[in-house]
């Protein structure tokens, strides 16, 4: 079982600026890829990005293209989601998400198999 801890998450106005990270704990071994998704109210679940854990075959939703960027450290087990050029509409509760069956990483985060309990991340205009 693969436990997921998400932190950097705040409050920042926009074209700002937020880094967050997600460090993995248990049997890390088995994560073959990891990304995030986020979920703002009223709204449904989006995949933001992911990554294999290899560093390579980043993937990112259209709505973060060129502002977000997902890098990995495997040797930590922590995956970080940079996010620049922030705007009201990443408003959301960010979740870290890690996939530990093979040959399902390109499903996306949001069918991973293993979450964290989220961070928040709220950009004012």
């Known amino acids: 079982q693969v436990q997921l801890a998400e932190s950097g998450g705040g409050s920042v106005q926009g074209g700002g600026s937020l880094r967050l990270s997600c460090a993995a704990s248990?049997?890390?071994?088995?994560?073959?890829?990891m990304g995030w998704f986020r979920q703002a109210p009223g709204k449904e679940r989006e995949g933001v990005a992911h990554?294999?854990?290899?560093?390579?075959?980043?993937l990112y939703a259209d709505a973060v293209k060129g502002r977000f960027t997902i890098s990995i450290d495997s040797a930590a087990n922590t995956v970080y989601l940079q996010m620049n050029s922030l705007k009201p509409e990443d408003t959301a509760m960010y979740y870290c998400?890690?996939?530990?069956?093979?040959?399902?990483?390109?499903?996306?985060?949001?069918?991973?198999?293993?979450r964290g309990q989220g961070t928040q991340v709220s950009v004012s205009s």
């Open positions: 998400a890690a996939e530990t069956r093979r040959y399902v990483c390109s499903g996306g985060p949001l069918s991973y198999n293993n």
């Open positions: 990554i294999l854990t290899t560093g390579n075959s980043a």
């Open positions: 248990g049997a890390t071994y088995r994560i073959d890829c």
